[in-house]
């Protein structure tokens, strides 16, 4: 008697019917350098028309993490692949790199081929966020090796600029300006303490909520914000000397990585307003600020260094696209990052 690869737990037809579902969403990302359309073995975009005088490629790639333990927990699958697209994208642009294109990839033990389309469904939400075409991507079936109805998430993003425009940190130096642009939430870090904290299941979230004046259920799964435009028009009318992504390793690992050797941080932790999810995980987890900070973003999602001479300018700039920026701390001699109250 034959044995099918069906029988084996793969079921190609159903691979067919997520592919003819989630077309629509990729189509609504797609722009003039968009060549062809999701079927070819690789996806094409064009970069004749960038108008650059050295172009390069910036690539970066991330997923979403053990936060899809909570999109389990709720059953809503069509905001995470904002976070997706938003690890990778915000990656890119802080080397002052315009985002172009973007791949998905989805890992399941059994496809259900609806419930990939409200993934990738926020994925495409998340690349028009960015400016980015989503020009293919790979859904694969796994047998036994997910438990049921879980599944991974993870992408790239291959962005482009002008060599002479590379955002790279080499220019900064002690006496600089560090401004940080508010976050939406938690973002895609931390998650594996944030549910040893609050828990994996919707009425512990609830209890702890009503506590706390919170609504935990939408805290966790409040899409990463993507800070592409703003960074970009920045970009454009000032001096931006380094910008850094807050994620896993919180201001302490990920400022210093945009510094010069003999550059550090100070950053006074009471210079912009902590959202009240960040009061309650300092609580419940009874970290002491060194090792909260190298944890969590703690409200602010991106951190961008420029001259003390024009901070006020580029929070008022970042204000006008629609920013909560704050002047945050300044850049020192030394290394590393001191917080300070």
Same mark, same amino acid.
């Given at each position: 008697? !034959? ?33 062809? *359309? ?20 910036v ?66 939400e ?27 998430? !993870?992408?790239?993003?291959? #962005? ?13 130096? !002690? ?19 944030v ?22 259920? *939408? ?15 920045l ?10 992504h807050?994620?896993? #390793?919180g ?6 990585r ?30 002491? *600020? ?43 001699k ?8």
């Amino acid at each position: 008697m !034959a044995v099918s690869y069906k029988d084996a737990g793969v079921d190609v037809e159903r691979g067919y019917k997520a592919v003819e579902l989630i077309k629509k969403h990729t189509a609504s990302t797609f722009n003039k350098n968009v060549l062809g *359309d999701l079927g070819s073995f690789g996806g094409f975009y064009s970069i004749a028309d960038q108008d650059l005088k050295e172009p390069v490629l910036v690539s970066g790639t991330d997923g979403v993490g053990t936060k899809l333990k909570y999109a389990f927990l709720r059953g809503k699958h069509d905001t995470v692949g904002i976070d997706c697209v938003a690890m990778c994208a915000n990656d890119v642009v802080c080397q002052g790199a315009k985002p172009l294109f973007f791949l998905d990839y989805i890992a399941v033990g059994r496809l259900d081929p609806f419930k990939a389309e409200k993934i990738v469904s926020g994925v495409a939400e998340g690349c028009r966020l960015a400016g980015c075409a989503l020009i293919g991507g790979e859904t694969a079936e796994m047998p036994g090796f997910y438990k049921d109805g879980e599944y991974d998430l !993870a992408g790239f993003c291959v #962005g482009i600029v002008d060599k002479a425009d590379i955002i790279n940190g080499a220019d900064i130096a !002690a006496g600089d300006a560090l401004i940080g642009l508010a976050s939406s939430g938690l973002h895609s870090n931390g998650f594996s303490l944030v549910r040893k904290l609050l828990g994996e299941d919707v009425k512990t979230l609830e209890t702890l909520g009503k506590k706390s004046g919170l609504n935990l259920l *939408d805290e966790v799964l409040t899409p990463t914000k993507i800070y592409v435009e703003t960074i970009l028009n920045l970009a454009a009318r000032f001096k931006i000397k380094g910008a850094a992504h807050i994620t896993g #390793g919180g201001f302490i690992e990920n400022i210093p990585r945009i510094f010069p050797a003999g550059t550090g941080a100070e950053i006074d932790i009471n210079s912009y307003p902590r959202p009240a999810v960040f009061s309650l995980l300092k609580e419940l987890s009874a970290l002491d *600020d060194e090792r909260f900070y190298n944890t969590f973003n703690a409200g602010i999602g991106m951190v961008l260094c420029v001259a003390d001479s024009i901070k006020s300018d580029v929070v008022r700039a970042a204000e006008e696209c629609g920013e909560r920026a704050f002047v945050i701390g300044k850049t020192v001699k030394g290394g590393g990052v001191r917080l300070v109250r």
